[in-house]
């Protein structure tokens, strides 16, 4: 329930909402979502929104951002009041890895020409998902990340950090944290700059040496938190996988993954 370094790891049971909730209105929060539907993952959108509508940030100012290459296949949605849904168009690319690395320059550029202006927290996901219980200021911090499903129980020489020491994903046998998720992390808007803006220039490093990280953006998150530490770590509740079955330690399952063939939706 608590990192090393004392910051919070959110369970079930570890906070009082309705306290949070009348603090995070008093300030008069702005929060942004976004999700990238690119190619065949637009099909994802309605029912992201739809949960979204329904568990995430209920009754605060919630602006969806989805970047698309398919602006025509994001469909009008009916929005509570506070709500907006924001289309932008971006470029397509040939490969889903250089679809997943390239989400992180996207962000960082939109992080200080548009974001800044218009939300206070930034909450970034995948799209292939959808909320399935309560979802709330709980999880706002300066910095948040949240504990890869998969990897949850492993020994820290089990993570699948980018071992190869060339690459400025590198993290050594002996180092490391936890394996946070790449499909779920944010923070105030100066953090999330700062945090993309180095996942970016480290692979582009990378790229000019021929090298790709092995878990590709999710692997330069994880060599950012190492030696940047998140203010706040979300517990597996809120990113779920059904494939790892339902363990009893997990009291509610708040976002989880839509079943999907991923060499078809990938190609």
């Avoid at 300066?142 to 949850?152: A, D, N, R, V």
């Avoid at 021929?210 to 517990?235: C, G, Q, R, V």
């Avoid at 597996?236 to 790892?244: A, C, I, K, Q």
Wanted: glycine letters at 6%.
């Amino acid at each position: 329930m608590m990192a090393p370094w004392l910051a919070p790891i959110v369970w079930n049971g570890t906070y009082n909402i309705k306290i949070l909730n009348a603090q995070f209105r008093q300030r008069d929060v702005r929060i942004g979502l976004t999700v990238f539907a690119i190619k065949k993952y637009t099909v994802f959108v309605p029912t992201f929104i739809e949960t979204a509508e329904k568990y995430f940030m209920v009754g605060h100012k919630v602006n969806y951002y989805v970047f698309t290459d398919r602006v025509i296949d994001i469909p009008i949605m009916e929005l509570a009041e506070g709500r907006r849904l924001i289309v932008r168009r971006v470029p397509t690319y040939q490969r889903w890895q250089e679809v997943s690395m390239r989400r992180m320059e996207m962000l960082r550029d939109h992080s200080s020409r548009q974001f800044m202006d218009e939300v206070d927290y930034l909450v970034c996901v995948d799209v292939d998902m959808r909320f399935s219980d309560e979802v709330g200021v709980e999880i706002l911090s300066e910095l948040f990340g949240t504990l890869h499903p998969g990897m949850y129980g492993v020994s820290r020489e089990g993570y699948t950090y980018e071992r190869n020491p060339q690459s400025e994903a590198y993290i050594p046998l002996d180092e490391g944290d936890f394996y946070y998720a790449g499909g779920y992390f944010g923070g105030n808007m100066e953090e999330v700059y700062k945090l993309t803006n180095f996942c970016h220039n480290a692979m582009m490093k990378d790229k000019a040496k021929n090298i790709e990280a092995i878990w590709h953006d999710e692997s330069y998150l994880n060599k950012y938190f190492l030696y940047h530490k998140p203010t706040k770590i979300l517990s597996p509740e809120y990113l779920w996988d059904n494939r790892f079955g339902i363990p009893k330690f997990l009291k509610r399952r708040r976002f989880v993954a839509v079943p999907k063939n991923h060499n078809e939706i990938r190609n």
